[in-house]
């Protein structure tokens, strides 16, 4: 039973690029969130995706915008990266929209040079 | 503004004792908390779950207890071990299922 899985691992990019994030679900998942996770900080809500739409989102400016794709799996873009964006970002899947545990994927590291 | 605190950064338990991480939180409307156990290099792992119309839930050595009143909620683990190791998180929903609000963690070190 595969768990979340995110790609890639590890990335780097200058101020001013722009990134694209992937994550596919739990097997069985239907739901997805992402989340921002600076060092020594909890984890940050940006946004969730169900049905392919936007249903909740953090307090995350515009640059940071994503995609549900019919399959469940999920992207994250970033545009015009910031030296602050260098952070873990992690998936989270759940099933539908009720009381579920969100299980986490280990994550990509960003770094912004 | 900080919703959900855990105050105590680290935690260093003997093998075999319980510990206990605590997690205050200031917003009502939280409505289902949850722990995660988080290791270096990994994304955090779901540990229990508790929803608000409840004051204890228990899975195996894990137990959280909820005390809405004082808007604080705890994780006992009995005994701990030291594979117990990690960041724990606690985390709050106010909606159900949707955004997770996450405390900074507490380390907790468990030694033999």
């Known amino acids: 039973d595969a768990g979340v899985t995110q790609s890639p691992t590890h990335l780097i990019k200058t101020r001013g690029q722009q990134v694209t994030l992937r994550c596919s679900p739990k097997?069985?998942?239907?739901?997805v969130s992402w989340y921002q996770q600076a060092l020594g900080q909890g984890p940050q809500f940006i946004f969730q995706?169900?049905?392919?739409?936007?249903?909740q989102r953090g307090n995350f400016p515009d640059r940071f915008s994503g995609h549900q794709f019919p399959n469940y799996s999920s992207e994250l873009n970033v545009n015009a990266l910031l030296l602050g964006d260098s952070a873990l970002y992690l998936c989270?899947?759940?099933?539908?929209?009720?009381?579920?545990?969100?299980?986490f994927g280990d994550g990509t590291r960003l770094s912004i040079l | 503004d900080q919703q959900v605190k855990q105050n105590s950064p680290s935690l260093s338990v003997q093998e075999g004792r319980i510990s206990i991480l605590n997690c205050d939180y200031t917003?009502?409307?939280?409505?289902?908390f949850l722990w995660y156990k988080k290791y270096p290099a990994e994304g955090p792992t779901f540990l229990i779950s508790i929803s608000s119309i409840k004051d204890k839930n228990e899975d195996g050595r894990f137990t959280v207890f909820l005390n809405k009143s004082a808007k604080h909620l705890s994780l006992h683990i009995v005994p701990s071990q030291p594979g117990d190791s990690a960041v724990y998180f606690c985390a709050a929903s106010a909606n159900q299922g949707g955004k997770l609000i996450f405390g900074q963690g507490t380390e907790l070190s468990v030694k033999p």
């Open positions: 989270a899947s759940s099933r539908g929209q009720g009381i579920q545990p969100q299980h």
């Open positions: 995706y169900y049905e392919e739409e936007e249903r």
């Open positions: 917003n009502s409307m939280f409505d289902y």
């Open positions: 097997s069985g998942h239907d739901t």
